[in-house]
Nanobody, 122 residues
Framework: VQLAESGGGLVQAGGSPRLSCAAS????????MVWFRQASGMEREFVAA????????YYAVSVKGRFTISRDNARNPVYLQMNSLKPEDTAVYYC????????????????WGQGTQVTVSS
């Protein structure tokens, strides 16, 4: 399985970039497609998830109401629309495939993209 993120970059506070994640290869058994982020010197943290089958979504408290995870009817790619960005949203954003275990714990995941840097300037 390969995951490829795109859409990061340098944005001003309050900006609204959209990240994309495209999955290729075997996707059997996936429960969710998920976004994590990792700020410099910090642990990787859960951001948002969307069910592989169905449309249920899940968000971290820190981004709920500002970020939206979505996909088209083909399930792929998955998007993360980020609105009202803050400097504390600066991080490398990773997409991952969730097949089992805790959805919000990074050690539950075997497949990760290479990450895309989002830097928010104040």
């Amino acid at each position: 399985v390969q995951l490829a993120e795109s859409g990061g970059g340098l944005v001003q506070a309050g900006g609204s970039p959209r990240l994309s994640c495209a999955a290729s290869g075997g996707t059997f058994g996936i429960n969710n497609m998920v976004w994590f982020r990792q700020a410099s010197g910090m642990e990787r943290e859960f951001v948002a998830a969307i069910r592989w089958i169905g449309s249920a979504t899940y968000y971290a408290v820190s981004v709920k109401g500002r970020f939206t995870i979505s996909r088209d009817n083909a399930r792929n790619p998955v998007y993360l629309q980020m609105n009202s960005l803050k400097p504390e949203d600066t991080a490398v954003y990773y997409c991952a495939l969730h097949a089992g275990g805790s959805r919000t714990q990074s050690n539950s995941y075997d497949y990760w993209g290479q990450g895309t840097q989002v830097t928010v300037s104040s």
